[in-house]
């Protein structure tokens, strides 16, 4: 195995776009690392990116969004002053991820390529309407968070590409976002579901409204006609019901060790109601 | 380890009566804190030795398979390969015998595969390298070829006809004709007529209960390092609750005489029972025999959870009859238990244990040992009882609501007591279950008021203990400071205790005392630290040992006096004339007659060996409260109290966390813990991430309340405390939830998708 650790973006997609065999990015470690020690996963190339110049930076952007460095942990994010003020929906699906032990190595977006269904950041951030930049030999793009996973352990990511940084956009008034997952215990598991809204209010009403669900399919999916659904009601228990329709109708889950079809449908339905009440709260309280 | 070591024992008249105690019953910080905390103690992968070899041991994939060929010859040609075994480099000389009389045999055949593999994760193979990932990579070398075998992983589906035999001639005498194979033990016990008895009844109600295979979750993984040479004699540094059983065992599957095979016990993370038996020693010790160099062989978590002892699971019956006043009329219970692809689910405990709380007339128990595709089963903390009281505390809670009877009373009104014949057998001696309900029902916890969605659950719960083969040493230095040698694993803080009933014996401070695992090198024969037997037998034994030590400076003081040794008392750590030389001489301190021990007739020790037979049976009563989220079917425990009869609490703070231990441990295994086998029979979740044991947030603060009802067969009075807290918790959980939920769990894990599936039972019914 050839290890790399480049200082700069095009260096690492110079690297990823000539090696031959397997290529993984390095930054917390907390998926590879632990594929590599049990043998799950053997790379060739193994790339740590944690090297280059502002990849452990958080910056307020000029239109108020934030830019996320790639190598940014999750504890770094969960102790930021300012970011969780404004997604405090991110910042608590961050502050699920593993153990406060490993909160201090992993990193958000490592917990997006590793493209776990059940991968806790990656609800939320679909629901906050994030974005990455991705770098590769073709140049530069910026992809939704929701285009980066095709599947299980699977990214549309191409051979050289990297992401280079995590983008939030402006919160701006009168959003509130939330998310919560169901575990049989209460920390150290894995999603049996996640899920996560996005909401602004004007007044009572609401006026945009996003969800995503977690480990209900083959990918963290946006549930397309949440806003259909919450534009313009006050939540009450008729937009609550649509909602839960639509959460149920948006699963593709699978029967396996950790829920049956039967219960993770059940429970989508049951979170989209409680995640949803969460962020019109807090989305009424920022106006 | 044979069945019956846990044998119910009559105990000696060996309570001395009430006394005023300096050091038992306090507080002293832990004698091994300082090497835990710094990390300076040594567990079992903390060995090393010069030229050591690294091993691995390849698995069978498949839960059942016959091994068609076997090819190690590429893994030998390996770089850095210094040695591979199979099952043809151990003894051929440990002979097949059905049911657990062939134990050795079937410890053999688990630990390396004969003719056929028998579960996902049995060895086939080991091999010894260099490095450790250049064993991994020979793994990937060996070639076997199996013929794939339909499997069987359920105890229910295992009985029925036509299920896959795992090995004809299994099965002993005791099987009734008629059965399948796969039954290999059978037990039935019990008294009166128990049809007359539910002819009384008001209300009888019968129900089946499971609960699934559940691992003792130890934090430390087996791990040893093994050197033998071809001259016969070896060492092995261990992770173990009993090295003399791990002595004994590899002398036989190796063809050693066993004193010379010397076996130290690591310093132990964690052993519930599930270290009481030998998984992979004799391979460490078999690959260093052919490749002569010290070998280190550590399991994975994986390897823990695929290979090593989970508990059985249970499939269980229960019939019990009630008149209106809560009188039970009649008891009957069947209890199936599988423990893996061997002889030996502690069936016939579930059934000893399932009414031992209960002053029953008419009472009868079965029980089968069913074998499966699974691992192994290993004792786990008080084996076959808890699943036992979960079948039968539910059925008497479902009575209880049912006649709208109190579930405390309802036990007081049963409870056995001194004089009861027990539903085993024997009869009882002076015990404490009575007074362990007095004290939940005086309990603050059993009047709090409950709030919505919660409920409330009570469960008794019993084990029998155990004395067992004892052996300590104790040695005085000239500074006046002791050594004691005792040959069972602390795995419960028996350092201390011992040190505090040495130091209460001797009369000098417990920080003069330091306790001392020693090897099977140095001292006599040990039995393993298993049945709550250490602080009654080695404490009993220590006792004994300081006390014959202290006739020994008696003797040195009379000889100094020039009077007789009768006429020499000690009191307070001195030596003091008494009777018509009373006052003739100055006390004098043990330190006193240590500094001159060599002059005065050499160095002073004392010694004890036995088997101690007066094991005093333990009870205990837990309250939980838990509540349930109705839309997501998921539990919390939300107080929970455990009151339990220590007989006498040595040292206070560890009967506690005894306590709560067993408490956690069975939050665990009624909520979320247990064995997922796919279709194909493989575990699915062999790892903690998905065998979900309690992690500290799941637990609410555990408290605990020690009654101390004297065991007529210790000296100071002490019961074994380790396992009976772990009896009552599935009862008291499921009644809890049951009660929280308005619908009876009859299965457990009370996993959340499962109380979802009950309560929408529930709706369609109404």
Redesign the interface.
């Known amino acids: 195995m050839d290890y790399h650790k480049p200082s700069t973006f095009e260096e690492a997609v110079a690297i990823a776009a000539g090696a031959a065999g397997t290529t993984r990015f390095l930054a917390g470690g907390t998926d590879i690392l632990v594929q590599m020690r049990?043998?799950i996963a053997t790379p060739e190339v193994l790339i740590d990116i944690k090297g280059i110049a502002g990849t452990r930076d958080i910056v307020r952007e000029d239109d108020g969004g934030w830019c996320i460095g790639v190598a940014v942990t999750g504890a770094e994010l969960t102790e930021h002053a300012e970011i969780g003020h404004d997604w405090p929906g991110v910042i608590e699906a961050v502050g699920l991820i593993g153990s406060t032990q490993v909160q201090g190595r992993a990193t958000p977006v490592g917990n997006l390529c590793n493209a776990s269904p059940a991968a806790d950041s990656v609800p939320a951030l679909v629901a906050a309407g994030a974005e990455v930049t991705v770098q590769g030999p073709e140049g530069t793009r910026r992809v939704p968070v929701e285009d980066i996973p095709t599947g299980p352990g699977r990214t549309s990511l191409k051979k050289g590409e990297v992401v280079t940084a995590l983008r939030l956009p402006p919160r701006g008034r009168g959003g509130g976002d939330a998310y919560q997952r169901?575990i049989?215990?209460?920390?150290?598991?894995?999603a049996v579901i996640g899920c996560g809204v996005s909401l602004r209010v004007s007044g009572l009403v609401i006026t945009e409204a996003r969800m995503a669900l977690g480990a209900v399919a083959p990918t963290v999916e946006p549930v397309r006609g949440a806003a259909d659904a919450l534009v313009g009601t006050r939540l009450e228990k008729s937009a609550l019901d649509a909602l839960a329709d639509l959460a149920q109708a948006a699963c593709n889950p699978i029967d396996?060790?950790?829920?049956?079809v039967?219960?993770r449908t059940?429970?989508a339905g049951?979170y989209a109601r409680r995640v949803a009440r969460i962020a019109y709260e807090r989305a009424r309280a920022a106006q | 380890m044979a069945l019956d070591e846990y044998r119910p024992q009559e105990g000696d008249e060996a309570y001395e009566g009430p006394r005023e105690f300096r050091q038992v019953g306090t507080r002293p910080d832990r004698p091994d804190g300082f090497d835990k905390v710094t990390g300076r103690a040594r567990f079992g992968a903390d060995m090393y030795a010069p030229g050591m070899l690294h091993a691995a041991i390849l698995r069978s994939p498949h839960a059942h398979a016959r091994i068609v060929r076997l090819d190690t010859s590429k893994a030998e040609a390996l770089e850095g390969v210094k040695a591979v075994v199979t099952r043809a480099d151990f003894s051929k000389n440990v002979i097949f015998a059905p049911g657990t009389v062939g134990e050795f045999w079937n410890i053999l055949e688990n630990i390396m595969a004969g003719e056929k593999a028998l579960y996902d994760g049995h060895a086939v193979a080991a091999v010894a390298a260099t490095t450790p990932l250049i064993a991994r990579d020979a793994l990937k070398l060996i070639e076997v070829e199996y013929e794939i075998l339909p499997h069987v992983t359920d105890v229910d589906e295992a009985m029925k006809p036509g299920a896959p035999v795992i090995r004809e001639g299994a099965a002993d005498r005791s099987v009734p004709e008629g059965m399948h194979p796969n039954v290999v033990r059978y037990h039935e016990s019990g008294h009166g007529d128990v049809e007359a008895g539910f002819a009384e009844a008001d209300l009888v109600i019968e129900d089946h209960f499971t609960t699934e295979a559940t691992h003792q979750g130890y934090i430390e993984p087996h791990a040893c390092l093994g050197t033998l040479g071809a001259d016969g004699k070896g060492e092995l540094w261990c992770c173990t609750q009993g090295h003399w059983y791990v002595q004994k065992v590899c002398a036989a599957l190796l063809d050693l005489e066993t004193a010379n095979l010397r076996v130290t016990a690591s310093e132990i993370g964690g052993g519930f029972g599930g270290k009481t038996t030998v998984f992979i020693e004799p391979v460490a010790l078999a690959l260093s025999r052919k490749a002569g160099r010290p070998v280190k062989l550590v399991m994975s978590r994986a390897e823990v959870f695929r290979a090593t002892g989970p508990t059985a699971s249970a499939s269980m019956d229960i019939r019990i009859g009630m008149k209106k006043d809560g009188t039970i009329t009649a008891a009957q219970g069947t209890f199936r238990l599988q423990g893996g692809a061997f002889p030996g689910a502690p069936m016939e405990f579930t059934a000893m244990c399932a009414f031992a709380c209960y002053d029953l007339r008419h009472v009868r128990q079965v029980g089968y040992d069913v074998m499966t595709n699974r691992p192994k089963q290993a004792a786990y903390r008080a084996p076959g009882s808890p699943m036992a009281a979960f079948a039968v505390e539910s059925v008497i809670d479902e009575l209880c609501n049912r006649l709208g009877l109190d579930p405390i009373e309802v036990r007081l009104k049963n409870a056995a007591r001194e004089g009861t014949k027990a539903s085993y057998g024997p009869t009882y001696p002076r015990i404490g279950l009575v007074e362990t309900l007095e004290a939940a029902r005086a309990h603050p916890h059993y009047a709090a008021p409950l709030k919505p969605g919660q409920g409330r659950g009570i469960s008794c719960g019993f084990w029998f203990n155990y004395g067992g083969e004892t052996s300590v040493s104790l040695a005085l230095s000239e500074d006046g400071s002791a050594q004691v040698m005792v040959g069972t694993p602390d795995i419960g803080g028996s350092r201390a205790s011992m040190a505090l009933m040495a130091a209460e014996v001797l009369g000098i401070p417990y920080e003069n005392i330091r306790v001392t695992v020693a090897d099977t090198g140095s001292l006599g024969y040990n039995e393993i630290s298993h049945g709550s037997r250490v602080t009654y037998a080695s404490g009993l034994a220590t006792i004994k040992a300081a006390r014959d030590a202290v006739r020994k400076l008696r003797q040195r003081a009379a000889d100094k006096w020039g009077i007789d040794v009768e006429a020499v008392d000690w009191v307070d750590g001195c030596a003091v004339p008494s009777g018509p030389n009373a006052g003739d001489f100055d006390p004098l301190p043990l330190a006193e007659i240590t500094k001159t021990m060599g002059a005065t007739g050499g160095p002073i020790s004392g010694h004890f060996e036995a088997t101690p037979e007066g094991a005093g049976v333990s009870f205990a009563t837990h309250i939980v409260d838990a509540e349930v989220d109705r839309e997501t079917g998921k539990t919390r425990v939300v107080r929970y109290t455990v009151v339990q009869d220590a007989g006498k609490a040595i040292h206070p703070t560890y009967v506690e966390g005894q306590f709560q231990g067993g408490a956690a441990q069975g939050i665990g295994w009624a909520l979320n813990e247990e064995y997922i086998y796919g279709e194909d029979g493989r575990l699915q979740n062999p790892g903690f991430l998905d065998y979900r044991i309690p992690v500290a947030s799941d637990l609410p603060m555990i408290d605990t309340v020690i009654v101390e009802v004297p065991n007529p067969g210790h000296p100071f009075g002490v019961r074994g405390v380790g396992e009976t807290s772990i009896c009552p918790p599935l009862a008291a959980i499921a009644n809890a939830v049951s009660n929280a939920a308005g619908v009876r769990l009859r299965d457990l894990p009370m996993r959340p998708s499962r109380i979802l599936d009950e309560l929408e039972k529930q709706r369609d019914d109404a």
Do not use: A, N
Not at chain 1, 184 to 190: A, C, N, S, V
Not at chain 1, 256 to 260: A, E, H, S, V
């Open positions: 049990s043998g169901f049989p215990r209460t920390e150290m598991d894995i396996d060790k950790r829920g049956t039967k219960f059940h429970l049951v």
